[in-house]
């Protein structure tokens, strides 16, 4: 295993969030994040779920990663092990939060398990696995990804309900001038990028 | 059945194209567009997983029992996933390297997720195969024409040659990520246009046999 990068967590925390957010410059969760941008309770909803599962995912599976596999030196089965550790964690959530509160889970029961399926998640993972951090820093990066996207579809929620009755040539209408909003998001967020480095 | 072919082929590759109409798994190699290298053997990755898990999947369609049918899904195409990252590794180790996480995200995109649920689960094998494959394509055709365009303005290069004149000043923007949206959206944009003005022109002769002459 590599060494860790020195990385404060906290300015890592807020990289993740701002100058490196994941969905915006690194385009993931993006599946998700057009079709649930249409109104902002959904959006709200998915933002906190995707948030939850990150930060736990992001802790659990750094420790999977190094007690399990690098000690078993499976490192090949690595992508199926983290996606049953994505599917147990939403797993145990649901029922959790089933059992603990019946209106949150009302709220974001549907979200859950489409959660599963989110390249963000997954992405968030193998970014922490790949540059190889430590347990904090995996996990205020998880964190912060996981502020950053929820971030990113409540800022898109907003725009596109704003713009919903807005002239646009019909060939662009729908998913085009979606892209194109984000398009501008991603640009206002790299502004940021010579502040602060997550690497 | 060579009817059926083609007209899968057209489907995944114009009408009901993975990207600008189902809207479907730009998550993880838009990332990888701003070079046409990395772009091609990602999407090439793309279209083998889609269409052995379609085979794969669709072949054991009545072993698998409905519960547990997500979570099978995944473990399939995962496993497709990891051949792939293996050989990657062991005869591209730059390009792997450069790719980085978004080999391992091909397990989540959702172009094979949709095509395993909406058409192997229901179709058989070999047609299967060839649906995930030209649906591949169709996610392929889309990408390598954004790749281009970002890697030609962006480091005036193609497949890491020079094309661009000594003094071309390259556009920054274009290596970054925003261009890779606006450019989905140009792509989006020609493509809705043209199909509504070929829904127009078929609408057209489908009302009149005697097409009118043209009043402007």
Known sequence: MNAEPLVNPVVLFFASIFTSNILLSNFLGMCSFISISKDKTSANGLGLAVTVVMTICAAVSWLVLRYVILPLDIEYLSFIIFIIVIAAVVQMLEMIIDRVSPALYMSLGIFLPLITVNCAILGAILFMQIRSYGFLQAVTFGAGSGLGWWLAIMLLASIRKRTENNPVPAGLKGAGITMVTIGFMAMAFIGFSGMIAVQ | ?216
């Not at chain 2, 600008?20 to 091609?40: D, E, P, W």
């Not at chain 2, 279209?47 to 898990?53: H, P």
């Not at chain 2, 071309?168 to 450019?183: D, G, K, Q, V």
């Open chain 2, 1 to 216: 059945m060579s009817g059926k072919a083609g007209k899968i082929l057209k489907d995944n590759l114009w009408t009901n194209n993975p990207i600008f109409i189902q809207i479907l798994g730009i998550c993880s190699t838009l990332a990888v567009t701003n070079s046409v290298r990395n772009t091609l053997i990602m999407t090439v990755g793309v279209s083998l997983a889609t269409a052995f898990s379609s085979l794969t999947l669709s072949a054991m369609q009545a072993a698998i029992p409905r519960k547990v049918r997500m979570i099978v899904q995944v473990l399939v195409i995962s496993f497709y996933v990891i051949l792939i990252d293996i050989v990657l590794r062991a005869y591209l180790p730059d390009v792997s390297k450069q790719l980085g996480p978004y080999v391992g995200l091909i397990i989540t995109n959702c172009i094979i997720m949709g095509r395993a649920e909406a058409f192997a689960a229901a179709n058989k094998p070999f047609l299967s195969f060839w649906d995930g494959l030209t649906s591949g394509l169709g996610y392929m055709a889309v990408l390598v024409s954004i790749a281009v365009v970002r890697e030609v303005l962006g480091f005036g290069s193609l497949l890491g040659f020079r094309v661009m004149p000594q003094g071309f000043e390259p556009w920054t923007i274009m290596i970054m990520a925003p261009s890779a949206f606006f450019l989905v959206a140009f792509v989006m944009w020609w493509a809705k246009t043209v199909q509504a003005k070929a829904a127009v022109k078929a609408a057209a002769a489908k009302a009149g046999p005697k097409p009118a002459p043209a009043k402007a």
